[in-house]
């Protein structure tokens, strides 16, 4: 995505016209999105389903003083996944190490603040699983979703929210668009 706001910056000024890439690369499938309510047995089936296919799942947590309970949920979820940690308060050292371990398959299931939003593309996570995905603007929600279903495998997104917390208007908007617009492009 970072080449695209020089092109766009000139075809505002008039510098050159506008391109549109209206067709997916070959053989990449949309990824299939679920919203709901935060499920113990889904997310567990979500886990178990990728690392049956050799994948890798990204969990979003974006809060770093509670992202060990996250960790402790995916563990009760699937206690033989192997689990890494990154996000912003760790060293630049220590998310490097978690990044590469994650690269070299040595970690099923990293747990992750928003730091993974971009730049990242790893071709065995075809599963992405965000906790209190209401608390995401549509923006995030978006890049988040782009960092699965980057080959020709299947990938799966699952936008999750507490049951007991009632949704704003806002936050329903964001997760009905990031439900409904699921095709390519």
Not at 32 to 42: A, I, M, Q, R, S
Not at 92 to 102: K, S, Y
Request: no cysteine.
């Amino acid at each position: 995505a970072t080449p695209i706001p020089r092109p766009m910056q000139m075809a505002t000024s008039g510098v050159r016209d506008m391109s549109l890439i209206m067709t997916p690369p070959p053989g990449r499938l949309p990824v299939k999105v679920t919203v709901g309510e935060y499920d113990p047995d889904l997310v567990s089936a979500a886990i178990r389903q990728e690392m049956g296919r050799h994948g890798q799942v990204y969990y979003v947590s974006n809060r770093v003083h509670t992202i060990d309970d996250a960790v402790e949920r995916v563990r009760e979820a699937a206690p033989e996944a192997r689990i890494g940690v990154a996000h912003g308060k760790m060293t630049a050292r220590e998310v490097e190490d978690a990044m590469l371990e994650f690269a070299e398959h040595e970690i099923d299931v990293l747990v992750a603040t928003t730091i993974i939003e971009s730049g990242i593309d790893n071709p065995h996570t075809n599963t992405l699983i965000i906790e209190d995905s209401q608390r995401l603007g549509l923006a995030q929600l978006y890049q988040l979703k782009g960092r699965v279903g980057r080959g020709r495998t299947q990938a799966y997104a699952y936008f999750m929210f507490p049951g007991e917390t009632p949704l704003t208007p806002e936050a329903t908007d964001r997760l009905t668009a990031i439900n409904e617009y699921q095709d390519l492009g």
